[in-house]
């Protein structure tokens, strides 16, 4: 995978945490027990797609420009995107797409829950 700094670029956000879904063979990154980030596992456990959740419009334009990202992978073809891990997604484009996922979840939260998760009182 050509993103080496994807772990450390989403567990320096507030509130995120990550697992492992055995059954999926997926790591995870969450808000609270939402998942806004999927790394998708394939053979050998290398990483086979980048997974992340878009506004539909832009999730539409971007898989229009670029070839390495599809609609998401085992995921609602709408709402998720799916880039692939050695692909031409720019890194500061792929920064900007896993924020923007960070910041749709985040907003599903009450006010309260996002303050709690924010850490703001």
């Known amino acids: 995978m050509k993103y080496e700094w994807i772990d450390e670029f989403l567990l320096a956000k507030k509130g995120v945490s990550k697992d492992f ?3 999926w063979n997926w790591i995870r990154y969450l808000i609270g027990d ?5 790394i ?3 053979e ?5 797609y980048i997974t992340l959740k878009l506004d539909p419009a832009e999730g539409d334009f971007l898989r229009q420009q ?5 609609p998401g992978y085992y ?3 709408v709402h998720w995107n799916s880039v692939n891990p ?7 484009l792929l920064k900007d797409m896993l924020d923007k996922s960070y910041q749709l979840v ?4 009450s006010k309260k829950k996002q303050q709690e998760i924010l850490g703001e009182s």
């Open 75 to 77: 995921m609602n073809k």
């Open 34 to 38: 939402k998942m806004f980030v999927a």
């Open 86 to 92: 050695d692909g031409t997604v720019p890194d500061e």
């Open 21 to 23: 879904k055995e059954e």
């Open 106 to 109: 985040l907003k599903g939260f």
């Open 40 to 42: 998708c596992l394939g």
């Open 66 to 70: 670029y070839e390495d990202i599809i």
């Open 44 to 48: 050998q456990n290398k990483p086979y």
